[in-house]
């Protein structure tokens, strides 16, 4: 397994959850890893992506401000923090790393090597 994601759960809207993205192998030699989402019956969409800097990160707009993406490169971890988390949060969330020497970031999920199986979020109002 390259990539596992975990932390998703329930959590009333306005509530936080935290999402641990755990690379190995050579997943965990990528500089670039991102997270996406799928809500049912929409296409996957971005939410954020991060280098090896910390403070090189970006965020799709609806994530500006209440989402958090952190990486803790000894751990080999990305975590999504996301708070004040609404309704129309609800998805499955995945964890993808682009190929080893790869320094771009991107938005497009196709544009990644290694993905991980996703974590479900549901909010409710």
């Known amino acids: 397994v390259q990539l596992q994601a975990s932390g998703g759960g329930y959590v009333q809207a306005g509530g936080s959850l935290s999402l641990s993205c755990a690379a190995s192998?050579?997943?965990?030699?990528?500089?670039?890893i991102g997270w996406f989402r799928q809500a049912p019956g929409k296409e996957r969409e971005f939410v954020a992506a991060?280098?090896?800097?910390?403070?090189?990160?970006i965020y799709a707009d609806f994530a500006k401000g209440r989402f958090t993406i952190s990486r803790d490169n000894a751990k080999n971890t990305v975590t999504l923090q996301m708070n004040n988390l609404k309704v129309e949060d609800t998805a499955v969330y995945y964890c993808?790393?682009?190929?080893?020497?790869?320094?771009?970031?991107?938005?497009?999920?196709?544009?990644?090597?290694?993905r991980g199986q996703g974590t479900l979020v549901t909010v409710s109002s």
């Open positions: 993808a790393a682009r190929g080893v020497g790869i320094t771009v970031v991107s938005r497009s999920m196709s544009q990644y090597r290694y």
């Open positions: 192998g050579r997943a965990s030699s990528s500089s670039i």
């Open positions: 991060t280098t090896s800097s910390p403070t090189n990160s």
